[in-house]
């Protein structure tokens, strides 16, 4: 079981677009996240939303832009990239909130991006 | 500088034959430890929690263990479908803020 999905799961951009990632989770979590994986790299946490509330920022680029509309929806809006930041892009859902005890995190397929 | 290390890299084992992957840290304020598996093409998917040194949990043929600097993930008898890259995670709270980071991971290939 994971119920969280992602679209697209695949995305070629310029780094002059403009393009937005969705996350979508039907669990009932209160805490989602992005993350980054690039190849033969460890897996970056890149922002927490807590109960719609944005708690963590891993010191990302600003040209990464998350929304949290509300606690089911997670959204990553691109702009500017660059050919490096060009990876995996993973959304995630916990239980709880990012509180002292982090449950399960249960996670998407990811979005393939390739920036041209 | 927080850290988390995982060995080996890549791990070729015989169906049936037992092993471990590692998993060393040095951090502060150890808030978890988490275990995951990633198959090609798909996100991780969750198997363990651990929170306090000496704390064990287990899962048909995985085993995870932990102590005050490293974790093992032991498994017995591997089967070909337990073939996948096992990832490794650490919550720590320092300086103030909640961090979690990743090992590179360990690939896991279990011939038949």
């Known amino acids: 079981e994971t119920g969280v999905t992602q679209t697209p799961r695949h995305l070629v951009m310029g780094m002059t677009n403009k393009k937005s990632l969705k996350c979508e989770q039907h669990?009932?979590?209160?805490?989602m996240y992005w993350y980054k994986q690039s190849a033969k790299k460890p897996l970056e946490l890149m922002f927490v939303?807590?109960?719609?509330?944005?708690?963590e920022n891993n010191s990302v680029p600003s040209r990464f832009s998350p929304e949290c509309p509300n606690s089911s929806h997670l959204f990553l809006h691109l702009h500017t990239l660059q050919p490096e930041d060009s990876a995996l892009y993973l959304c995630?859902?916990?239980?709880?909130?990012?509180?002292?005890?982090?449950?399960?995190?249960?996670f998407g397929p990811g979005t393939r991006l390739l920036v041209l | 500088e927080d850290q988390v290390t995982q060995s080996p890299e890549a791990l070729r084992l015989q169906e049936g034959e037992s092993s471990s992957l590692n998993c060393s840290y040095t951090?502060?304020?150890?808030?978890?430890l988490f275990w995951y598996r990633q198959d090609p093409g798909k996100g991780p998917e969750f198997l363990f929690t651990?929170?306090?040194a000496g704390e064990e949990k287990e899962k048909e043929r995985l085993k995870a263990t932990l102590t005050k600097k490293e974790s093992f993930l032991h498994i017995t008898a591997p089967k070909p479908e337990d073939s996948a890259t096992y990832l490794c995670?650490?919550?720590?709270?320092?300086?103030?803020?909640?961090?979690?980071?990743f090992g590179a991971g360990t690939r896991l290939a279990v011939h038949p």
């Open positions: 951090v502060s304020g150890l808030r978890g």
């Open positions: 939303y807590n109960f719609k509330e944005q708690t």
């Open positions: 995670a650490v919550r720590l709270f320092s300086g103030g803020y909640n961090k979690l980071i």
């Open positions: 651990l929170y306090s």
């Open positions: 669990l009932g979590h209160n805490a």
């Open positions: 995630a859902s916990s239980p709880g909130g990012w509180g002292r005890r982090m449950e399960t995190q249960y």
